[in-house]
């Protein structure tokens, strides 16, 4: 039987992101941590000591960080640690994305199988 479910890459291959230079952070009278760079799945992402590494990453317009078990792309939606859906891999352990800050040098992988 053939499967109803499209044939997905992983999301980060789809969109082909360079070095994030893209900023969609609210500009304006906010004081930000000291700037920092980390790594998500080999890519350099820009960010503020103080974000957690969800905001970050939707801050550089990177929305998808694990995949289900079908392969589908999934990100963050709560925000808050209950949906379980911005889970990501730091040093091999499972994390959430949203629980956790940034820090200078983190290196942060996609979370599921890569095809
Ligand atoms: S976004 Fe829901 S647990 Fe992190």
Not at 4 to 11: E, I, N, S, T, V
Not at 21 to 39: A, C, M, N, S, Y
Not at 90 to 103: F, P
């Amino acid at each position: 039987m053939q499967s109803h479910l499209p044939q997905l890459a992983p999301l980060r291959r789809e969109c082909k992101l360079p070095e994030t230079k893209t900023d969609l952070r609210i500009r304006g009278k906010f004081q930000r941590g000291k700037p920092v760079e980390f790594t998500f799945d080999g890519i350099t992402v820009n960010a503020f000591e103080g974000e957690s590494i969800a905001t970050a990453l939707l801050a550089a317009d990177i929305v998808s960080t694990k995949l289900s078990v079908d392969g589908y792309p999934r990100g963050p939606v709560c925000h808050m640690g209950s949906c379980q859906e911005c889970a990501v891999r730091i040093g091999g352990r499972k994390t959430l994305a949203c629980k956790t800050k940034v820090s200078q040098g983190l290196q942060v992988e996609i979370d599921g199988l890569k095809k």
